[in-house]
């Protein structure tokens, strides 16, 4: 079974541009999380989202949106970059996005900001 | 709200050495716990979780942890270290009920000595 696919894997863009970073769930997974890393902040939790619905975003400016589609294949956007969106986007995936499910992670973008 | 704290961003052991990785969360209802690892330029991999039963949890590489209510820890050890098993661990909590909104620990690179 194949895994969490992200795209692409690497990213350079400059201020003030936006960005989209694709990411395709384990096959019959209908949720799908975002997450930033970065090495001052950590992992921190984006958004999840289930059958086309946002259920669950986390403290992250209006700037950084995402949607999901019929086939549970998911996008995230950032506009108008600043500096300190140069981070590593991991997308995970689960069958419900309960709690209880494990959550398979891809292998993230990395996004530079210059 | 929760939270995790790993205790110590490095650890070293050598090889063979018991690895132990400590943390300790907070929250005010019953937790959901785990444990990632992360190799370099690589996604999160669930190493085991705890949800509800049994304290004591075993995962994969030989790795368990242990869910100690009373001290709110749940360190993870692996009784004999091995040179892959160097990478970094993130800890990370979520509560019953709802849906995927995880909160990581800062993380821990653990370097196995030769």
């Known amino acids: 079974k194949a895994g969490v696919t992200q795209t692409p894997r690497y990213l350079i863009k400059t201020r003030g541009q936006q960005v989209t970073l694709s990411c395709s769930p384990i096959?019959?997974?209908?949720?799908v999380s975002w997450y930033q890393q970065t090495p001052g902040q950590g992992l921190q939790f984006l958004f999840e989202?289930?059958?086309?619905?946002?259920?669950n975003k986390g403290n992250f400016p209006g700037r950084f949106s995402g949607r999901q589609f019929s086939n549970s294949r998911s996008e995230m956007n950032v506009s108008t970059l600043e500096l300190g969106d140069s981070a590593l986007y991991l997308c995970?995936?689960?069958?419900?996005?309960?709690?209880?499910?494990?959550?398979?992670f891809g292998p993230g973008t990395r996004l530079t900001v210059l | 709200a929760q939270s995790v704290t790993q205790l110590g961003s490095h650890v070293s052991v050598s090889e063979g050495a018991l690895v132990l990785l400590r943390c300790n969360y907070s929250?005010?209802?019953?937790?959901?716990l785990f444990w990632y690892v992360q190799y370099p330029n690589q996604g999160l991999q669930l190493l085991l979780k705890?949800?509800?039963?049994?304290?004591l949890v075993k995962g994969i590489n030989g790795f368990e942890a242990e869910f100690k209510k009373s001290e709110t820890s749940f360190h993870l050890t692996k009784p004999s270290a091995h040179m892959s098993d160097a990478a970094e661990y993130f800890c990370?909590?979520?509560?019953?009920?709802?849906?995927?909104?995880?909160?990581f620990g800062t993380g821990t690179k653990l370097q196995v000595i030769p």
């Open positions: 995970a995936s689960s069958f419900t996005g309960r709690q209880t499910d494990t959550q398979y």
């Open positions: 096959s019959g997974h209908r949720s």
């Open positions: 989202y289930f059958s086309e619905t946002q259920r």
């Open positions: 929250s005010s209802v019953p937790p959901y």
């Open positions: 705890y949800t509800t039963g049994a304290t």
């Open positions: 990370a909590v979520s509560f019953s009920g709802g849906y995927q909104k995880v909160t």
